[in-house]
Structures are given as C-alpha cells and as structure tokens.
C-alpha cells in the first residue's frame, strides 16, 4: 500500500517545503505520519501573486477548456483512488470504504461543476430598437478558502470545483490535521496539466494565514467551511474589505420521528446515520425528536445499533466507526455527557473513551435529556445522540427551530400532511424525508440562520463564484 504523501506548499505551480513544520498524528494511535509545512509571509505574498497571475490566464480559457484539465484531474484521482483512500484513513482514521467512498464523492463535485461552468448563462433583456441590453456572468477572481478536517479529500473538492468551474484562481488553506486530500488533489491537478498559479494550497497557523490573506486587494471571494464561531470572525474581517463571503458553517440537525413512522426501521437508520464520521460532519443528525407513542420502540432499536457498532482501527475491514480527529474533540464530548448526566439525562450507550491510545470514543445515546443541558444548545460533532419524546409534530417542530442553527433537518412520516407541514416550517436549508442523506452534487448545500450563507453543488453552486454584468449596448 502507498505511504503517506509528502506534504508541501503548492505555489505557481511547483512544490514548495518550508523552514518550519508541524507533525501531523494519525488519531487511531497518535503516531506522527507526516511533517506539515507552514507557509510564512513570503509564502502567501506569492501565493497571492501566482494566483492573480493564474486568473488572468484561466478566466479567459472557454468554459469548455476548464471543463476538460478539470475532468482530467478527476480522471487521475478516481485512478488514485486507493492511494489518496490509504492517506485519508492514515491521517483522518475512517474507514477505507468510506475513505474511497469520499474521494468518489469528491470527484462527483469537481465532475458536476464543470459540467455547470459551461452554463454560466446570461441573458438578452428586450429593449427598445438600437440599444442591447446584456447581462453576462463573470468570475468573481482570486478566492481565498479554507477547508476544514472532517473530509479531507472531498471538502476541499466543493470549494476548488466551484472556483475553477466559474474561471477563478483560488489559494486553498487546508486543515492542518488532515491535509495529505488536498495534496492529492493538487498532484491530480498538476498532472492534469492545470496552468500555474490557479490552485494554490497552503497550510499553517489558521488565525494568522486568514487575516492575512482575507484583506488583501486581490482577494474577490472569501469561502469557509467550519464552525461558526470562525466563520463569523472571517465574515467581519471580510465585511471590512467589501468582499463577499460563502459560509458553511455549524448544524445541530434535528430529526422528527412521527407517530406513523416505522420506530424500529427509523431508529436502525438513525444510529447508522449518526455514527457515520464518527458523528464529525455538519449534517450529522444528532438532536431526534421521538412522538411519544414511539418512544420506546425507536429508542431501542437506536440504543442496540449504537452498542453493536464496531469501533476501531479504519484499515479493519470491520471497523464501521474510526476514532474522533483530535484530543480537542474528546475532551469536548465528555464535557456535553457529563453537563447532561448531572442535570438528569439517562446516559444509554457509551459515554466515555475507548482505550487510552488513539481518540476512540464509544457511540452515544443520551435520552430525556433537559433542555438546559449544553449539548442541547452546542453542536457535539462528534459520535453523540439525544432522543427525547414530543406530544404530537407542533412540539417536534418547535424544538427543532428552537436553536440559531439551520443547517440539516430530517423527518420519518408517510403523511403527505406532514410533510407539507415540514416543508414550510422546518428552519433548514436541507430537508430529508425517510432519509438521511443530505447533500449530492446535483443539489445546492448549504445553511439558514447561524449555518451560513450560499450553497454549493447544484445549479445555484457558482452563483457566489460569480458576478453578474450588465452590458447596455447602443448601436451608432
Ligand atoms: P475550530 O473552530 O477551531 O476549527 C474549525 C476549522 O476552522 C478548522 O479546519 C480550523 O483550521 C479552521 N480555523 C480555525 N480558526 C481559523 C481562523 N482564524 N482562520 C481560518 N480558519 C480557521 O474547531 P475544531 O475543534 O477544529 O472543530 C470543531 C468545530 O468545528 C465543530 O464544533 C464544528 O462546528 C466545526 N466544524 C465544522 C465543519 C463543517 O463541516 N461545517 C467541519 C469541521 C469542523
């Protein structure tokens, strides 16, 4: 199996080491797997060079021409597959399977926008005889992203694949835990023949890159995917600069269980849902609102699949759940059980650390838990569960818009009543129903409220990565 990559800067097109790196750890046994180079003032001033040099180059390319280096690199990953599986598993501790199922995943992104780049349509406006009334699409320029570590290979794909599909060069500041899925893309895409300085990627000191780079003159654009607390701080830094922002941010996703719902068949879905990424992704449905008349039965079939879900080592072909990313993330998680527990949640599956090597925890299940507890309020993002039961889906309604988030939001009903009922009521910007898939390339994502603003994916997925001209055309 290949080794974990060499990690470097990538700047106007070449490889670039630094003085000063930092060790990157594998989370399933804390050993150091790699040196992370951390880009200093000079790294980003070039950086900011190349990829103003890199615009002006691939803005003026036809979407069609974008639309192939782009399909090329995909071409390479899906090649790649297995190797950039091996390192998103080494560093981020999933499972393989859903380690190479993200690099499809990623490649599902970069292959849907660059379908997209090529119907960036404008339009004639009607006008009087003389006069042309145009309104075009335009690249916005050089975005600044950053990228966080739940996948490490796919969502850095939503913000390179949007920026490249729409014309833009973009300088991508990847999370420094995982970074070996950015570094992969970057080869896919020097292989692929991409022009210099339109992809730039750079690790460091998050605080010190961001305020760095987000006011300068060249940065048009301003794409975060964390928590909110970091991307209100860049949206202000933003703010002051004039530039605009595409922000997807933390969920607390509810999940309204109705009183015609199949309990046990909700309940077995649920947990799979819930500990898919060990629990570590936005959408991660965490708050379930049970009807009261099927309490018990789906609390039960949750609670047995939580307990039979096999925790370990992602390279174990067994394993269904790796550990969480970070000593950060545990100490987080015993924090939100302990806070429920003493104020009277019945703790029903795990609860604590697996082992003391490695950042395992055990799939949770807390029930009747108060509504003053923190994790009633805070996102876990981690492999953590509340059920609580509700009298009829007026009360799962309102606590599941009770919170500033609205990021996911899913339902189990057959009732067409309901769900026109969630429909219009539910605060989210993406509803499952019967399901807890959230997000395909085909379908804008994104956030309402304190989740962010504008979506990726879909049809509305460059909107951000453009600006709209108009053009008033008299003849003679
Ligand atoms: P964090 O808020 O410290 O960091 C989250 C991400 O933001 C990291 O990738 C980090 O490198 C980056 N970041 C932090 N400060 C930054 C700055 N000043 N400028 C630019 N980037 C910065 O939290 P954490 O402990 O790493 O992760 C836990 C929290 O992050 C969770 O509670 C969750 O809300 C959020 N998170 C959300 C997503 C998502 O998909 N929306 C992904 C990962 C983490």
Known sequence: MASYPELRLYIGGAWRKTAETIPVLNPADESVIGALPVAGRADLDDALEAADKGFRVWSRLSPRARGDIILRACAIMRERIDEIAHAITLEHGKPFRQAQAEVIRGCEFFEWDAAEGQRLYGRVVPSEAGIRYIVVRQPVGTVAAFSPWNFPMSQPARKIAGALASGCSIILKAAEETPAGAVHIARAFHDAGLPAGVFNLVFGRPAEISSYLIPKDQVRLVAFTGSTNVGRHLTEMAATAMTPVLMELGGHAPVIVCDDADAGRAGVLSAERKYRNAGQVCTSPTRFFVHESRFAAY?????????????????????????????????????????????????????????????????????????????????????????????????????????????????????AANVDRLVDQLEVGNLSINTLEASVAEVPFGGVKYSGYGREGGAEGLDHYTIIKNVSHRMA
């Not at 090597?357 to 309020?377: I, N």
């Not at 492999?383 to 509700?390: G, M």
């Open 299 to 415: 609390t039960d079939a949750f609670v047995a699949r939580a307990k039979a879900t096999v925790t370990g080592d992602g390279f174990d072909p067994a394993t269904e759940m790796g550990p969480v990313a970070n000593d950060r993330r545990l100490t987080a998680l015993q924090a939100l059980v302990d806070d429920a527990v003493a104020k009277g949640a019945r703790l029903l599956a795990g609860g604590h650390r697996i082992g003391n090597r490695g950042y395992f925890w055990a799939p949770t299940v807390l029930a009747d838990v108060p509504y003053d507890a923190r994790v009633m309020q805070e996102e876990p993002f981690g492999p953590l569960a509340v059920i609580n039961p509700v009298r009829d889906l007026d009360e799962g309604i309102m606590r599941a818009n009770d919170l500033p988030f609205g990021l996911a939001g899913y339902a189990f009903t057959h009732s």
